[in-house]
């Protein structure tokens, strides 16, 4: 027996039946490779993923309404600002700032004055505050946060 091996050929070769690949198969591995954030830097599917990124932050503000409009300020010079005892505030507002005549609603004005400063509060009473001649100087208004 005169049996001599020789390395570059091997005498028995396994082979593996390759399975065919579905496209959805591919579909969904390529999905699975985005959400999973598999793919390696500087390949075609990162730059895709960091595309679509971009276009979310800088296209979103225009095309969804996140309702975050700026508050409507309103100067309001003079304004005394003091601690309640019920925990809430006591905004002292000078007549000025609000247009009482002609029947106007002075509670939504004196709203539309301290949102601006306190942020969403709700008004629990308001009252004139009157000089010695009976004209409103100032209003004092009882606020809450909301």
Known sequence: MNSQINLQQPEAVLTVPKVPVSPMGAIWRTIRGYILW??????LHYDIMVTL?????????HLINFKDKPVE????????ITPDKSGGFIYQIPAAAV????????????????????GAVSITKYE????SAGRTQSYKVWVNKE
Do not use: C
């Open 73 to 80: 300020r309103i100067p309001s010079s003079g304004m005394l």
């Open 99 to 118: 247009n009482a005549a002609g029947g106007a609603d002075i509670s939504s004005q004196l709203e539309r004055i301290i949102e601006p400063i306190a």
């Open 128 to 131: 004139p505050v009157k000089d």
């Open 53 to 61: 990124i971009l276009l979310f932050v800088f296209l979103s503000p």
């Open 38 to 43: 598999s793919y390696e830097r500087g390949s």
